[in-house]
């Protein structure tokens, strides 16, 4: 059931993808429609009878995943006046199409769409002889926004921390340097809740430089990156601490010299070094 085109579609970007739907499958065939749509926009799920039959007094449930409440409709009464039970993570955001009914249209919009959104939805006419099943997957993509990067001070050198939150579908993050070099890095941290990803990614420094974290979501084609500028400690302070080092061991051997010729008198007696030296 699915378009063959949609290998290349899926590489367009986020704005084409929002307008991918296929034709609905029925009980008997369980091919879903995919809905791509980007987070924050608006989505149609589309769910209409092929026979274009009134379904004005009839009765239609949206669930989502098997069991959430997205809408109800039955001859009239539906989840934005009568019913109870929409599941929260719908109240005030889905509405149908009241003057598409007619035509056996029970598509619904989902407003505000977000990551959490996505799943496997079902609409069904439970009382029509036969009883009728749509299957719709959406999908919510979630854009990157820039990353926020951070440059810590550790014991072996500097730390440099690039943190991405709220994303969909897992991005691919990493830093690299004004060469494009990519840093080697710590396993990043990944955590997912309801979809949407995030993810930390540390490298360790050790030269100074002008750092880039990169982040690539192949999927939906984006990429996004941010730059920081970082000077290991270990590099500066070193040299400070070797150059006093170094002039206390000269100052030292200075000492040592006048000492061995007998001039460490002088430090006590003014100008009696002098005399010896005359
Ligand atoms: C969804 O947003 C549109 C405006 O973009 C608004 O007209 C409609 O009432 C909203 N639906 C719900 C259920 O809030
Ligand atoms: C059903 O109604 C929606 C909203 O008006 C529309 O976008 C969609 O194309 C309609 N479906 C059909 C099969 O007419
Ligand atoms: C949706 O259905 C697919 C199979 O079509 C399954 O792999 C996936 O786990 C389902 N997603 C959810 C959230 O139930
Ligand atoms: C980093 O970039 C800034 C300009 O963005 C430049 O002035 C600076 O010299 C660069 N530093 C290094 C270490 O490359």
């Known amino acids: 059931m699915f378009h063959p085109q949609r290998k290349t579609m899926d590489l367009l970007p986020l704005v084409c993808l929002c307008l991918l739907t296929w034709s609905a499958g029925t009980a008997a065939d369980h091919s ?9 926009s608006y989505v149609i799920l589309p769910c209409s009878l092929s026979t ?3 379904i004005t007094f009839e009765h239609f449930e949206w669930k989502k995943d098997g069991q959430k409440d997205v809408f109800f409709y039955d001859g009239g009464k539906h989840s934005n006046n009568d019913h109870k039970g929409q599941d929260e993570q719908f109240k005030c955001r889905v509405s149908h199409f009241e003057d598409q009914l007619k035509n056996g249209n029970a598509s619904i919009k989902i407003n ?15 009382d029509l002889q036969p009883r009728q099943t749509f299957y719709i997957k959406l999908v919510v993509f979630g854009a990157a926004a820039k990353p926020s990067v951070r440059v810590v001070k550790t014991d072996d050198g500097v730390q440099l921390q690039c943190e991405v939150e709220g994303v969909s579908p897992q991005p ?32 360790t420094v050790t030269k100074a430089d002008n750092f880039t974290c990169v ?16 000077a290991p400690l270990n590099e500066s302070t070193g ?18 010299v006048l000492v061995w010729k007998g001039c460490i ?13 005359l």
């Open 172 to 203: 691919k993050v990493e830093w690299k340097d004004s060469a494009g070099n990519i840093l080697p890095a710590k396993e990043p941290q990944v955590t997912e809740r309801g979809g949407s990803y995030n993810v930390i990614l540390q490298a």
């Open 52 to 54: 274009q039959q009134s």
């Open 265 to 277: 008198k002088l430090n006590f007696k003014k100008g009696s070094c002098q005399q010896s030296t």
């Open 32 to 40: 879903p429609v995919v809905v791509k749509v980007e987070q924050g």
């Open 112 to 126: 505000n769409t977000k990551i959490s959104d996505s799943g496997n939805y079902t609409c069904d006419f439970p």
């Open 239 to 256: 040299w400070i601490v070797g150059a006093v080092f170094i002039t206390l061991i000269v100052v030292g051997v200075i000492l040592a």
């Open 215 to 230: 982040v690539t979501q192949n999927d939906i084609n984006h990429q996004i990156s941010a730059e920081t500028v970082a």
